[in-house]
Structures are given as structure tokens and as C-alpha cells.
């Protein structure tokens, strides 16, 4: 598990997440599975499509998560 990824939907993150958290999510993510912190040249392209992968995926979950009981929740 990556610690520095910090949970972002609520009650744990009081507002939404932004796209910035968002992004900062995965691309601690990518690094942590790839194990490269700043991939070489013949790496970045798939390294950043990766991100932009990994990043639309959390928001598609954070947009559909129904959290219960918390105030403020979304509804999917």
C-alpha cells in the first residue's frame, strides 16, 4: 500500500476532491507500481497515459460512491 495516498471521498475528505488530488492520487499510484519515481524518456509516454488512466478511474469511483450516514454524501 502507497502511504502517502490519502483517502479522498467523505467523511475523510470533508469537500470534494479535486482534480489536483485527484492526479496527486495516481501518480503516487503509478510510481509505487512501476517503481520508478521519474521514469526515462522511453518510459514517459506510458508512465503519463498511465496516470491519466489511473486518475479518470478515481473519479469515476469517487462519483459513484454512495457513502451513508455521512453528511454531505453523494449519490451515485
Given amino acids: 500500500?502507497?502511504?502517502?495516498?490519502?483517502?479522498?471521498?467523505?467523511?475523510?475528505?470533508?469537500?470534494?476532491?479535486?482534480?489536483?488530488?485527484i492526479r496527486a492520487a495516481a501518480l503516487q499510484y503509478v510510481r509505487k507500481v512501476s517503481g520508478f519515481r521519474a521514469p526515462a524518456a522511453h518510459n514517459r509516454e506510458v508512465f503519463d497515459r498511465a496516470v491519466v488512466a489511473v486518475a479518470a478511474a478515481t473519479a469515476e469511483l469517487l462519483d459513484g460512491l454512495e457513502v451513508r450516514g455521512a453528511s454531505?454524501?453523494?449519490a451515485g
Fill in 1 to 21: 500500500m502507497c502511504r502517502s495516498i490519502k483517502t479522498l471521498r467523505p467523511p475523510v475528505l470533508p469537500e470534494e476532491a479535486t482534480e489536483e488530488d
Fill in 72 to 74: 454531505g454524501a453523494r
